[in-house]
């Protein structure tokens, strides 16, 4: 479990994140939406530790972060996987490299072991043939995959996503959120994930916080997220007329 | 001000630079990898250098003795001094700063603006160790580049003298052999051992620390260059001074 207590942080005085609040369950795929340049890659980088909130604390199963020494914040990172908005792979290493380069770094397994362990996460993220190419000779959903087959290969506690469908195909991107809400559920891990995509709102947002002007707007869930009268969420959520409809629909089966 | 602030953050990164050290096995891996992409990449351009400069060097001096005063083994002596005591190290050192420097500058500055430092960090890995660290080590080589530029110098030198007709071989020998101070030679490494580990660390520094995006990757090679040069011509002139004065 993640807790945020009113964190702020600001760029060259000018305020991002103005003293957010919300917690994060274990086993649940929690959202964090909102437009872009709402400052939801800040607020996730924050919990990281990439950077230093000027305010407010993070608790990550009652540890507050600001309190561990250097040293327990590096253990507490390596129980973290990242997916990054822009896939972050080290591009001087092949796709397989990039996904064993955590157990390398931090496991004393045999090269058959970790080997074993690559294969099993690149299956699990639907990539089979892909293991020796160069991440600059794969395409953007196939980075954006490595990417989440690295951030769970070493089993971590805490998984944040940065957008991890977008630039995707819509069956991709629905592989991609199963896949995540799936690996959450069986290894009881507490996953934020940052995302303007509705679909992945309504499919998997156990739990979701509105980011708008700095602030929490609006938290729920995605049953609630049809029922709110919150005009600031509706007005984002809402704002295509096939979604409108759908929401109507949703409301009317509700109701029947 | 903020040379001041570079300052202090410069010597704060190599704080941390050489604490948490990252695993042996993976160093062991990244520094081949740094020995290959930073010493035997620079080889080439580096001999060829040294051996037509130093020809160069000879020919020069030939050609302003025209006093038949001063002996002929001069061409020799004079070629072995520049060579040895400035050439070699302080002159090859600026050619590497533009060379190996702004290749280190802009492989960390990429993997800062693409946020695979980030990464690196997320993972609990200590990134500047992992980027900066082998790469110390691996220009910790860089003095046996400096003794083959040295030593290319001087046949360049020689041969220009031959077969330019300028000198004998046997006079340009003996000019070699003359008045030869060793201490000369040690001079020379304590300076190119020093200038190895600006070449490793300035640049880092300025691609660690880099913001922006690809624009700016090549601003902060441009920068990067200038201040190495500068620091290597710096403390070329302090450490002339502390040494042979
Ligand atoms: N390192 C930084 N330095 C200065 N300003 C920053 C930095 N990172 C983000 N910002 C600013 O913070 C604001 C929020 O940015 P952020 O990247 O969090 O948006 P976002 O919600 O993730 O948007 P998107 O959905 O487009 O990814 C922006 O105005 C941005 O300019
Ligand atoms: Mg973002």
Same mark, same amino acid.
């Given at each position: 479990?993640?807790?945020?207590? +009113?964190?702020?942080?600001?760029?060259?005085?000018?305020?991002?994140?103005?003293?957010?609040? /919300?917690?994060?369950?274990?086993?649940?795929?929690?959202?964090?939406?909102?437009?872009?340049?709402?400052?939801?890659?800040?607020?996730?980088?924050?919990? %990281?530790?990439?950077?230093?909130?000027?305010?407010?604390?993070?608790?990550?199963?009652?540890?507050?972060?600001?309190? %561990?020494?250097?040293?327990?914040?590096?253990?507490?990172?390596?129980?973290?996987?990242? =997916?990054? !908005?822009?896939?972050?792979?080290?591009?001087?290493?092949? =796709?397989?490299? +990039?996904?064993?380069?955590?157990?390398?770094?931090?496991?004393? !397994?045999?090269?058959?072991?970790?080997?074993?362990? #690559?294969?099993?996460?690149?299956?699990?993220?639907?990539?089979?043939?892909?293991?020796?190419?160069?991440?600059?000779?794969?395409?953007?959903?196939?980075?954006?995959?490595?990417?989440?087959?690295?951030?769970?290969?070493?089993?971590?506690?805490?998984?944040?996503?940065?957008?991890?469908?977008?630039?995707?195909?819509?069956?991709?991107?629905?592989?991609?959120?199963?896949?995540?809400?799936?690996?959450?559920?069986? &290894?009881?891990?507490?996953?934020?994930?940052?995302?303007?995509?509705?679909?992945? #709102?309504?499919?998997?947002?156990?739990?979701?916080?509105?980011?708008?002007?700095?602030?929490?707007?609006?938290?729920?869930?995605?049953?609630?997220?049809?029922?709110?009268?919150?005009?600031?969420?509706?007005?984002?959520?809402?704002?295509?007329?096939?979604?409108?409809?759908?929401? !109507?629909?949703?409301?009317?089966?509700?109701?029947? | 001000?903020?040379?001041?602030?570079?300052?202090?953050?410069?010597?704060?990164?190599?704080?941390?630079?050489?604490?948490?050290?990252?695993?042996?096995?993976?160093?062991?891996?990244?520094?081949?990898?740094?020995?290959?992409?930073?010493?035997?990449?620079?080889?080439?351009?580096?001999?060829?250098?040294?051996?037509?400069?130093?020809?160069?060097?000879?020919?020069?001096?030939?050609?302003?003795?025209?006093?038949?005063?001063?002996?002929?083994?001069?061409?020799?002596?004079?070629?072995?001094?520049?060579?040895?005591?400035?050439?070699?190290?302080?002159?090859?050192?600026?050619?590497?700063?533009?060379?190996?420097?702004?290749?280190? /500058?802009?492989?960390?500055?990429?993997?800062?603006?693409?946020? !695979?430092?980030?990464?690196?960090?997320?993972?609990?890995? @200590?990134?500047? @160790? &992992?980027?900066?660290?082998?790469?110390?080590?691996?220009?910790?080589?860089?003095?046996?580049?400096?003794?083959?530029?040295?030593?290319?110098?001087?046949?360049?030198?020689?041969?220009?003298?031959?077969?330019?007709?300028?000198?004998?071989?046997?006079?340009?020998?003996?000019?070699?052999?003359?008045?030869?101070?060793?201490?000369?030679?040690?001079?020379?490494?304590?300076?190119?051992?020093?200038?190895?580990?600006?070449?490793?660390?300035?640049?880092?520094?300025?691609?660690?620390?880099?913001?922006?995006?690809?624009?700016?990757?090549?601003?902060?090679?441009?920068?990067?260059?200038?201040?190495?040069?500068?620091?290597?011509?710096?403390?070329?002139?302090?450490?002339?001074?502390?040494?042979?004065?």
């Amino acid at each position: 479990m993640i807790e945020v207590k +009113n964190i702020k942080k600001s760029f060259d005085g000018v305020e991002i994140l103005k003293g957010i609040s /919300t917690t994060f369950e274990k086993g649940k795929t929690s959202l964090v939406i909102g437009q872009s340049g709402s400052g939801k890659t800040v607020f996730l980088k924050s919990l %990281l530790g990439l950077f230093t909130p000027e305010e407010g604390s993070i608790f990550f199963d009652g540890k507050e972060y600001e309190k %561990l020494s250097t040293a327990e914040k590096r253990h507490l990172r390596t129980e973290m996987g990242m =997916v990054f !908005q822009g896939s972050a792979l080290f591009d001087s290493m092949t =796709v397989s490299e +990039n996904v064993m380069f955590p157990l390398r770094m931090f496991t004393n !397994q045999s090269v058959s072991e970790m080997q074993d362990r #690559v294969d099993f996460v690149l299956k699990r993220v639907n990539l089979v043939d892909a293991h020796h190419k160069f991440p600059a000779e794969t395409s953007g959903g196939m980075q954006k995959r490595v990417a989440i087959a690295r951030a769970i290969v070493m089993n971590p506690k805490y998984l944040f996503c940065d957008e991890p469908n977008s630039g995707l195909d819509p069956k991709t991107a629905i592989v991609i959120d199963n896949l995540i809400q799936e690996i959450t559920d069986e &290894y009881n891990i507490t996953t934020v994930i940052n995302t303007h995509d509705m679909n992945s #709102v309504m499919e998997i947002g156990e739990k979701i916080v509105f980011l708008k002007d700095g602030y929490k707007a609006w938290e729920g869930t995605n049953k609630e997220i049809f029922k709110t009268n919150n005009e600031s969420v509706s007005d984002f959520v809402y704002s295509s007329d096939l979604f409108k409809k759908v929401r !109507q629909v949703y409301l009317r089966e509700l109701e029947g | 001000m903020i040379y001041l602030e570079n300052i202090g953050r410069y010597f704060l990164m190599l704080k941390s630079v050489f604490s948490k050290m990252t695993k042996w096995s993976m160093l062991r891996n990244l520094i081949f990898k740094e020995i290959d992409d930073l010493i035997v990449g620079s080889m080439g351009i580096v001999c060829f250098i040294s051996f037509f400069v130093g020809g160069v060097v000879a020919i020069q001096t030939a050609l302003n003795i025209s006093n038949p005063l001063i002996p002929k083994y001069l061409v020799g002596f004079a070629t072995r001094q520049s060579v040895i005591l400035e050439f070699a190290p302080t002159f090859i050192s600026i050619i590497m700063a533009g060379k190996v420097g702004s290749f280190i /500058t802009s492989s960390i500055g990429t993997m800062r603006v693409t946020e !695979q430092i980030d990464a690196l960090e997320v993972m609990g890995v @200590n990134s500047l @160790n &992992y980027l900066v660290f082998p790469k110390i080590v691996a220009l910790s080589l860089y003095p046996f580049v400096i003794t083959i530029a040295m030593f290319l110098g001087i046949i360049g030198g020689w041969l220009a003298s031959i077969y330019g007709g300028f000198s004998t071989s046997a006079d340009f020998v003996q000019g070699l052999q003359i008045d030869f101070i060793p201490f000369h030679v040690t001079y020379a490494f304590v300076k190119t051992f020093v200038f190895s580990f600006i070449l490793a660390t300035i640049p880092s520094f300025y691609g660690y620390y880099m913001k922006g995006g690809a624009l700016e990757v090549g601003k902060a090679s441009t920068t990067s260059f200038v201040w190495t040069s500068v620091v290597i011509i710096l403390i070329n002139y302090i450490i002339t001074q502390l040494l042979l004065t």
